[in-house]
C-alpha cells in the first residue's frame, strides 16, 4: 500500500467512526467503513475494505484496484453473494463465471472495484435459496421457484451499494454491467453512472449452455441436459462468442 492510500484509508477509517445518517434506500440502511486490508489475489493486488451496517448483521465488502477513493470514472461491478456458485462452483447458476471475470477485468485495470453485497438468493438468504433448489429438483415450475427465491424484478435494490460508493467518496462511476436497469437503480440513489463497460466472460466448459440455448423463458436458461439455470445475478450473462441475435434473446428475457 502506498503511503498516500494508506493515508487516504485512515482518514476513511476515522470519519467513519463518527459516520450515521439517516440511511439509503426503503430500509434507510446506513453503512461504515470499519476495516481495510491488503487483498493480493488470483486476479490481481486489491485492497479490501469492510463495511457493517446498522440494520442487519450482514457484512459487505468492497474491492479495491488501484487509487480509487475520491476518484471519477471508476469502473465498478455489483456482485450479489452466492455461496453455492461464488464458493463452491454450483453450476445451478452463472454467479462464479460473473465474479471471476469481473476481478480478471478489474485486476488488469490501473482502477476499479468489486462491491460484493450479502444479498445472497437475492436478499432471502441462504436457506430458503436451496429450499428453493429443491423444490425444482422435486419438478416444480420454474417460475414458482424464481419467486420463492424472490426472483422478483421489482425486489432488487441497490441502495446499501450507492451508500457504499459515497463512503467512499466516488465522484462517479462506470458501472460494468449488462443490465441498464442497475444504471437506473443507481442513478437514482444519487450515483453519478457516466459509462457502462459491457461484462462479457470467456467461455468455458460450465457457461458454455449459454452458447447453446436458444430457449429462454421467464428469466431461466434450461441447458441440453434439461438442467435449469438460474440468475441469480439481476444480469444478463453475455459470452465471448455469442452471436448478436443470442445476446438479443437473453436481452429480451433479462428485461422482464
Ligand atoms: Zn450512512
Ligand atoms: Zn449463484
Redesign the pocket.
Known sequence: MTTTMHEQFQVLLDENKE??????GKNKT???IVAMAELPSRFGDFHIVAFENNEDHKEHVAITKGDVIGASDVPVRLHSECLTGDVIGSLRCDCRDQLEAALKMIGQMDKGMVLYLRQEGRGIGLVNKIRAYSLQDDGLDTVEANLALGFRDDERDYSVAA?MLQ?LKIQSVRLITNNPKKIQQLTDYGVKVTDRIPHIMPPNEHNLFYLQTKATKSGHLIDFHGKQHLKEQDDRAIITGMSEEQIRETEEDSWK
Open positions: 459516520h450515521h445518517c439517516g440511511g439509503f446506513c453503512v461504515r451508500h463512503s
